[in-house]
């Protein structure tokens, strides 16, 4: 190791034998009997350089810096005077300006939003009619506290507002904050999953304390939205959990218990995807989240109200106006993101290719991205695509002789993202298949199978296709839905699916009758396919030239070359 030192007897050594001005300087040097064999590599413009050799194998010299001390140290002062800094560099960056508590109380508070004023009205949400009538109970409930109390009723500490992805939910939670003049603070579940033991069950503590604040500064109710509530209160024992998540879940329950609901109350709105047997019973009991509210896939009136309005702000045509109605009519399964986004497809794709303003073949491509894909410039062979149309005719001409209450919308056989075809049905009638029947279902299976029946039917056993393994895979699913869950088993009808334990003979026994309903679907896709073999060739034909068939073209084909059954 090597250490710089001054030693000023040397240094005044080596002053004395400095050259005089003029002279030149002396090269060489003769040492001191008396120095240490040690290398003295000095000049006057530079230290003495020493090499020091430590007596010991783990010797270290005093004059060593330990530098990770120093780091602890200071890592520990900086911690232990959080309280000095922290707040102020908070209040620089202009954060937190509600906040309240330890500076760790105002770490936590970081998932949370607070809105004072969401600017989102009841009007603003359309296509949840249903919704927005339990909803307005509460809205009515907040502004008029005095008449509900004369009946002795108390205002719900929670509402759980459940349904599909896009179908507005925070809209509605927004909704009522907005109407009633009330902060809105949000978060998410995911937001409680923290990596730290107690750290979620501190998040939710602070989430509540938080409110509490709100109220009694703001002198009035706190709304708290918690999106995507089942990540917090996943039922206590799941396999997905573990100790930290279930002492989260207790906490929430305890938080909800310590609601006042008196002077200025404190609502939770939490919005799941999940089903209801996924979450924790306490949490959606009497006194917490009690009152659900379904927040449905709009109707045919919600669709049309939905179209118009995001429509608005858009460059339609006039027959695209016009189109729209034929639109909400044809997408039942469309839920009010789903809208806006083909609006915004069709705009995106409108102004893309320069035109003017976005015409129904525009619209009818959005939905298709939007449900599919954007499509793929494949290189298929002459006999690879007959193939394809093959199969989605074989699907479609099941579908149109079995299945009584559905339509062939359309078939295609445009490459899209993984779909190298595709055939859409849909009910005849909305609202008219709310509960699905034994026949329906084996008629859904047999549909299915139509593709695989058709390929074999004209090009043989041996050339069938693996297209299938998909269609196969819902096969299966329905099969064993009608057998594990609707008791349709062949004998004694029962719910098989959460039945711990099961005997080897009765398993055996479940998986024949999955067969059984799987060789009956099987059995008469091929009877229809048969009988509509004239059927299944002009229609395959039709389609290779065509590439998509709409539901008029498809039935004129049917009235054309198809057979009574």
């Given amino acids: 190791m090597t250490l710089p030192i001054s030693t000023p007897s040397l240094y005044q050594n080596i ?21 240490p064999p040690a290398v003295l590599n000095a000049s006057i413009a530079q230290p003495i350089q020493v090499q020091i050799v430590p007596s010991g194998r783990n010797a270290k010299s005093k004059s060593q810096v330990n530098w990770a001390a120093w780091a602890f140290l200071g890592a520990f002062v900086s911690i232990g005077t959080m309280g000095l800094w922290l707040p102020w560099v908070m209040k620089k960056l202009g954060k937190n300006k509600d906040s309240t508590g330890s500076p760790l109380d105002i770490l936590l508070q970081s998932p949370f939003q607070l809105i004072k004023e969401t600017g989102v009205k009841f009007s603003d949400v359309l296509g949840a009619d249903e919704a927005k009538k339990s909803m307005m109970d509460i809205l009515d409930f907040i502004k008029h506290p005095e008449k509900y109390k004369k009946q002795g009723a108390v205002m719900p500490k929670g509402v759980l507002l459940k349904g599909p992805p896009g179908t507005g939910k925070t809209m509605l939670a927004k909704a009522l904050a907005g109407e009633a003049g009330v902060p809105f603070l949000a978060t998410e579940g995911s937001n409680f ?36 509530i089942d990540a917090l209160i996943r039922a206590r024992g799941d396999k997905h959990n573990n100790s930290s998540t279930d ?11 310590g609601i006042q609901t008196s002077e200025h109350p404190i609502i939770v ?29 709009p109707d045919i009136k919600g669709r049309q109200a939905l179209f118009e309005h995001y429509g608005k702000k858009y460059n339609l045509s006039g027959a695209s106006k016009a189109y729209l109605n034929t639109l909400a009519k044809s997408s039942m399964s469309f839920s009010p993101a789903d809208i806006k986004n083909i609006l915004n497809e069709a705009a995106i794709l409108t102004a893309r290719d320069n035109h003017k303003s976005i015409t129904p073949a525009t619209l009818e491509e959005a939905v298709d991205r939007v449900l599919v894909g954007s499509k793929r410039d494949l290189k298929i062979s002459d006999s690879e695509k007959r193939r394809f149309a093959l199969h989605e005719i074989g699907h479609a001409i099941v579908g149109h002789f079995l299945k009584d209450d559905f339509e062939i919308k359309k078939v295609t056989i445009v490459s899209r993202s993984d779909a190298l075809g595709a055939t859409w049905s849909q ?30 039917i004209l090009l043989g056993a041996d ?16 099969a064993e839905h009608m057998v594990l869950d609707a008791g349709w088993s062949g004998f004694a ?8 334990h099961l005997s080897e003979h009765l398993k055996q026994r479940l998986e024949k009758a999955v067969d059984e309903i799987v060789s009956l679907g099987e059995a008469r896709a091929r009877k229809v396919l048969k009988k509509q073999s004239l059927l299944l060739d002009k229609a395959t034909e039709a389609l ?3 590439e998509t068939l709409d539901a008029q073209a498809f039935k004129d084909l049917v009235k054309r070359y198809g057979v009574l059954m």
Avoid: W
Wanted: charged share 30%; proline share 4%; with cysteine.
């Fill in 544 to 546: 290779l030239k065509e």
């Fill in 15 to 35: 002053q004395q034998r400095k050259p005089q001005e003029g002279k030149p300087a002396q090269t060489q040097q003769t040492p001191n009997e008396s120095t």
């Fill in 247 to 257: 002492e989260t879940v207790n906490q929430f329950l305890s938080c909800m218990d």
């Fill in 193 to 228: 999953n923290a990596l730290y033991q107690g750290m979620g069950a501190e998040r939710v503590r602070q989430l509540f304390k938080e409110a509490q604040h709100l109220s009694q500064k703001h002198k009035g109710p706190v709304i708290i939205y918690i999106d995507e």
């Fill in 463 to 478: 050339n069938v296709s693996i297209g299938a393994h998909s269609d196969l895979d819902a096969i299966r699913k329905i």
């Fill in 427 to 456: 009910p005849k009638k909305e609202n008219d298949l709310l509960l699905s029947t034994r026949k329906g279902l084996i008629d859904e299976i047999a549909g299915a199978f139509g593709g695989r029946i058709a390929e074999e």
């Fill in 269 to 297: 709105i939490g919005s799941t995807n999940e089903d209801l047997k996924t979450l924790d019973d306490a949490a959606i009991r009497a006194g917490r989240l009690e009152r659900h509210v379904e927040v449905a896939l």
């Fill in 493 to 500: 009808p029962r719910n098989y699916r959460n039945s711990e």
